[in-house]
């Protein structure tokens, strides 16, 4: 039996309602079912995950299926454990609630071999994780430039280089060259993994053609959750990589900051009261105006409030994932005598 020539490798925890979706979405793409086996790195679910797997596998054996146990329980240990049990010569990172189009694997595969770049993926259609007013927002919210700035991967409308790619393919050779994911990054592994393969002289190529669907937070607390997380483990990745930091990543920690000050200060000084007032009017409003635009695009008047709380939540938690993140250092090398 020939090896197949792309192994698309899911991270997957408690995704019954999507996995399906996943697996037939990959099985229809214009690549070549015979050309295509799926890895899935599941971390212990406790819903019908796997169940749904192996229902999935019966009724459809021309898709190989691989399923390994992700006893870690985090994305990078899913993504190296699937490395490890993959066959083909190309790697196609994707996710457990991410559906890709048809071509995707294509595409991808084109691009590699054009030599594009070496970490190859596309944008992403941010779908709501649930079909609530808040949910829609957050979708919009997640490709808003107040909330994203200048995230490619969800934004991008020409093909070009980036720093980073959700979903991305590469060659399977480029893993021997540069190592694999880091298992002491639970977040933030993807961006690690690229900024290592820009330091070799690699490129990260996006291409908008390349489309696949994301399904959103369905809640504020579940997005606050989210966005604590990403800024708590980019200033992990930033002691390692100072020189990554980004605008859109640097803003929310600075906003929080200042913000903060200003309350302290209030507490001695009227004017900084002042102060706090205007930049909090302000940025609301700043926000309600950004608004406008898709409210009306989409003809969801509730978007206006929507869209500027799911923004408002994504700046301030992952701002305070960042500073709670860099307190916590500062204590531990107090406590250990530094």
Same mark, same amino acid.
């Given at each position: 039996?020939?090896s197949?020539?792309v192994?698309v490798i ?6 019954e309602?999507t996995i399906?979706?996943?697996l ?7 690549l070549?079912v015979s050309?295509?086996e799926?890895?899935i790195?599941d971390g212990?679910?406790?819903? /019908? *995950?796997?169940?749904?797997i192996?229902?999935?596998?019966k009724t459809?054996p021309?898709?190989?299926i691989k ?6 329980r985090?994305?990078?240990a899913?993504?190296n454990? #699937?490395?490890?049990? %993959?066959?083909?010569e190309?790697i ?5 609630? *991410?559906?890709?189009?048809t071509?995707y694997l294509e595409k ?6 054009a030599?594009?770049?070496?970490n190859?993926?596309?944008?992403l259609?941010?779908k709501p994780?649930?079909?609530t007013?808040?949910?829609?927002s957050i979708a919009? %919210? %997640?490709v808003?430039?107040? +909330?994203? +700035?200048?995230a490619?991967? /969800?934004?991008a ?5 980036a720093?980073?790619v959700?979903?991305g393919?590469?060659r399977?050779?480029l893993?021997?060259?540069? #190592?694999y994911?880091?298992?002491?990054l639970p977040?933030?592994?993807d961006?690690?993994?690229?900024? &290592?393969?820009r330091?070799?002289g #690699?490129?990260?190529w996006?291409d908008?053609?390349?489309k ?7 809640d504020l607390?579940s997005?606050?959750r989210?966005y604590f997380?990403y ?7 930033l002691q390692r990589?100072?020189?990554t930091i /980004?605008?859109r $990543?640097?803003?929310p920690p600075?906003f929080?900051?200042?913000?903060l000050?200003?309350?302290l200060?209030?507490?001695f000084?009227n ?6 007032a205007?930049a ?5 409003v700043i926000?309600i105006v950004?608004?406008?635009? !898709?409210?009306?695009?989409?003809? $969801?008047?509730?978007?206006v409030i929507?869209? !500027?709380?799911?923004i408002a939540?994504?700046?301030v938690s992952? +701002?305070?994932?960042f500073?709670?993140?860099?307190l916590? &250092?500062?204590f531990?090398?107090? $406590?250990?005598g530094r």
């Open positions: 039996m020939r197949p020539l192994s899911i991270p997957c925890y408690n995704e309602a399906c979706g996943v037939n979405a990959i099985r229809d793409q214009t070549s050309d295509v799926v890895v790195a212990n679910s406790t819903d /019908r *995950t796997r169940e749904k192996n229902e999935f596998k459809h021309e898709l190989p399923l390994v146990e992700n006893t870690k985090i994305i990078p899913a993504l454990l #699937g490395l490890a049990n %993959a066959a083909g190309y196609v990172r994707m996710d457990g609630h *991410t559906i890709p189009a071509d991808c595969v084109l691009a590699l071999k030599g594009k770049g070496e190859v993926g596309g944008v259609e941010v994780g649930r079909n007013w808040i949910a829609r919009m %919210a %997640a808003h430039p107040l +909330g994203v +700035g200048d490619l991967y /969800r934004r409308t020409v093909a070009t280089e720093d980073t959700a979903f393919s590469f399977r050779s893993v021997e060259r540069i #190592g994911f880091d298992e002491t977040v933030n592994e961006y690690e993994f690229n900024t &290592r393969i330091a070799s #690699g490129k990260i996006i908008p053609s390349i696949a669907a994301y399904y959103s937070r369905p607390k997005l606050a989210q997380s800024g708590y483990w980019k200033f992990k990745m990589y100072p020189g /980004r605008w $990543q640097a803003l600075i929080v900051f200042g913000i000050m200003l309350l200060l209030s507490v000084w004017l900084s009261r002042l102060a706090l205007a909090i009017i302000s940025y609301w926000l950004g608004s406008i635009k !898709p409210a009306i695009k989409t003809k $969801q008047p509730m978007s929507g869209i !500027p709380l799911a939540t994504m700046h992952w +701002g305070s994932g500073w709670w993140s860099l916590k &250092r500062v531990t090398e107090k $406590q250990n």
